[in-house]
């Protein structure tokens, strides 16, 4: 398992490995890094020497770009940071490919790049559900592996502690988009000091990440034995399997309606639970309550 560096997440805002339905993020096999708005210069996270640069199609959504961009750069795993937890045996570090989406390139083969380096643009491709914020995809593979698939990378760990938020649903809407609100809380406390990662706990004090449960699949953030029940909101939403957690059945409801779900991240910046509701009329100001109840058919997207 790949340990990716403090020095690298601190560059962005935020970071997932599991909110996602791709099945490139699949037991946490891929991060999603957030940070500056469409347009804005996007920073490496790795260092090394570029690859290819590759232009796709992406599927036809009105609120996106047409076209997907795929940057590979074959990694310098020391000067990146990169760390391994696993048999020595085993080390690809020596011959790493990183695979980047969501960046329209601004650099080509054979460029040199350390961290922090201008990459390109950040870009808003069909591939993106319309509440998905910009971000960096990053995932690794060895040199030896295709690397044009979506699947087949390795996975990934977030070498940084992740502070528990615990939450008791409720909250008032400080950010409203056409798919999604924003709560004001849960939200880092005075024991929290600016930069630290913090993230949403379950009713055990465990930091979930993902779609909750419209994505099928989340997982943990901090460390947790194997098999273990977790809660969120008085309501069991799975069972750990390793850090993965397949959420079982139920819904998500904010102030009695049923919505689509929660979205789960690590952030560094200002928190509050995302609320992923398409065709709501929440406003600014409103007050929200958000509840869980199992259900028999519960809203999957992937």
């Known amino acids: 398992m790949l340990r990716l560096p403090r020095s690298m997440l601190t560059r962005y805002e935020r970071f997932s490995l599991y909110n996602s339905p791709y099945p490139a993020h699949d037991s946490g096999c891929a991060i999603d890094l957030y940070g500056p708005e469409a347009g804005s210069v996007t920073p490496s996270p790795v260092t090394g020497v570029v690859r290819e640069t590759r232009t796709v199609r992406a599927p036809d959504k009105p609120y996106a770009h047409d076209e997907e961009y795929l940057i590979l750069v074959d990694v310098d795993a020391e000067a990146t940071g990169l760390g391994w937890a696993g048999s020595p045996d085993a080390d690809p570090r020596e011959d790493l490919v990183a695979r980047i989406l ?139 399997a390793g850090r993965d957690v397949p959420w079982v059945s139920f819904d998500v409801f904010a102030n009695g309606d049923r919505v689509t779900g929660l979205s789960l991240f690590a952030s560094q910046v200002e928190f509050g639970a995302k609320v992923v509701c398409p065709d709501h009329d929440f406003e600014l100001g409103d007050d929200v309550t958000v509840t869980i109840r199992p259900s028999e058919n519960p809203i999957r997207l992937d």
Not at 125 to 143: D, K, Q, T
Not at 216 to 234: H, Q, R
């Open 102 to 240: 969501h960046v329209a390139p601004e650099v080509q083969a054979g460029d040199e790049l350390a961290v922090g380096d201008s990459l390109g643009r950040l870009v808003r491709s069909g591939f993106f559900a319309p509440w998905v914020s910009n971000h960096i995809h990053l995932g690794f593979r060895p040199g030896d592996a295709n690397p044009h698939r979506a699947q087949g990378s390795l996975p990934v760990v977030a070498d940084v502690d992740v502070s528990a938020l615990p939450w008791d649903g409720r909250g008032t809407v400080v950010e409203v988009g056409e798919t999604f609100v924003r709560l004001d809380a849960p939200t880092r406390n005075g024991a929290h000091d600016a930069g630290e990662f913090v993230g949403l706990a379950s009713d055990e004090g465990v930091v979930l990440d993902g779609g909750v449960a419209h994505y099928g699949l989340g997982g943990t953030l901090s460390p947790v034995a194997d098999e273990t029940p977790l809660s969120l909101l008085g309501t069991e939403v799975g069972r750990t």
